[in-house]
């Protein structure tokens, strides 16, 4: 009797917890209470970035090589002193590469031609994707900069991403590799050279452009994109190289696959273009 | 469960969090990363039992939801029903009292978790949930649940339990004088 009781009301709290989560993602589809919940989503991510910053700085390059040093120390005792002066030595040269590549990829940030006369907010990735679903990047500069959901985010590249949600001080971006992306693409930025759909196929993956019409493309050639998806995005951002091209048996359709241009999985510092699609 | 055991299961969940999103984010394996939140669920569900376990899921489910851009509530909804299926695992004949079961079944149910989550996330149109990506979720996040489901078992004992020893410390014994 007492082992039935149990198991209705252990019934119960699983039905109500069931209802009360479908609930809430119910809610999360209607206007006034999803924005409610994105608003209390930015300000706990704004309130993690110092956190998620912290950890960056802890996690550098520079740990590596002292880990490296103290596990071979432990092996040969009696070079422990030169090792940790050779570890020293890598440390500080590692660390001086470091400091020279982020300070290329920022001197490169000021110099995007292909965003023409787009003003840009620079930001630093802070986190690689929260979710194993979808590919996504938090960066430091959020609303207080400028920042703003549906702007594109580019890399001294080509286009890296588009604004997904912005906090006060952090915005999540949806980088071009994420599945439920799709951009308006054309081979070249002449008006006769054919325009396809680009969508991601995950992170690593190249970008999959399908059945396209009026474009002969070949590999090697750059993807740039068309400013004609809904105007989504500007035209003539660079988005890929051409990888791989497939003819249809009839050959009468091409498809293809393309590299990004920008290595999303390295990716560090970004420009978020002050760039709102039409309505 | 008391209410110095909701504390300390709120305490480790913002904790939990933070590490989620600092560390375990930033160790991408496939694609993919560990995930913390899933395992406490797994873990959750073995020691609190299938009620118990189902509440503190859905209370993780809110806290992991809060940093994830998929939609608010689907976390909450895979945790409860994974949370709930741990406890019955747990309440299984000759389950009761193995620690390696305790192990095995959050291992498990972070491994299930996953592929629930990516399951009832495809049921709500998100796009590029199922595939071979969530294959390689559902391996990464088991693999880090093996070193993950340790801690976490060991912090929900100490939440559920202990909370549980620390407010029977205060109570009157049953059975006996209170004076003796």
Known sequence: MAAATRRTSQRLTLLMLVLASITILTLDYHGEVSRGITHIRNSVRDALSPAQRGIAAALHPVGDVFAGAFDYGALQTENQRLQDELGAAQAKQEENDFAGRQADQVLALDHLDFVANIPTVPAEVLSAPTSNFQYTVEINRGTSAGAGPRMPVVAPRGLAGTVLQSGGDTSTVRLVTDKSSSIGVTFGTGADSGSAIASGQGLGEPLSIAELVGASPHVGEVVFTSGTDGGAYPAGLPLATVSSVHVSADGLTVSVTAKPLVDLQTLQYVSVCEWLPQA | ?180
Do not use: C, K
């Not at chain 2, 009620?51 to 993780?60: D, E, N, Q, T, Y």
């Open chain 2, 1 to 180: 469960m008391t209410v110095l055991s909701w504390a300390r299961f709120a305490g480790i969940a913002v904790v939990a969090l933070i590490v989620q999103v600092a560390v375990l984010d930033q160790i991408v394996v496939l694609g993919a990363h560990p995930d913390l939140m899933v395992t406490l669920v797994g873990a959750a569900g073995v020691i609190a039992g299938s009620a118990r376990g189902a509440s503190m899921a859905f209370v993780l489910g809110l806290f992991a939801d809060l940093v994830l851009p998929t939609p608010y509530g689907l976390s909450s909804l895979t945790f409860v029903l994974v949370g709930f299926g741990a406890g019955l695992v747990r309440s299984l004949p000759g389950n009761r009292d193995g620690r390696s079961t305790e192990w095995a079944t959050s291992v498990a149910a972070a491994a299930v978790g996953t592929l629930l989550y990516a399951v009832l996330g495809a049921l709500v149109g998100q796009q590029g949930f199922l595939g071979r990506d969530a294959v390689y979720a559902v391996l990464v996040v088991a693999l880090g649940a093996v070193v993950l489901a340790v801690p976490a078992v060991m912090v929900m004992r100490w939440i559920v339990r202990g909370g549980e020893r620390a407010a029977s410390g205060f109570a009157v014994p049953t059975g006996g004088s209170a004076t003796r």
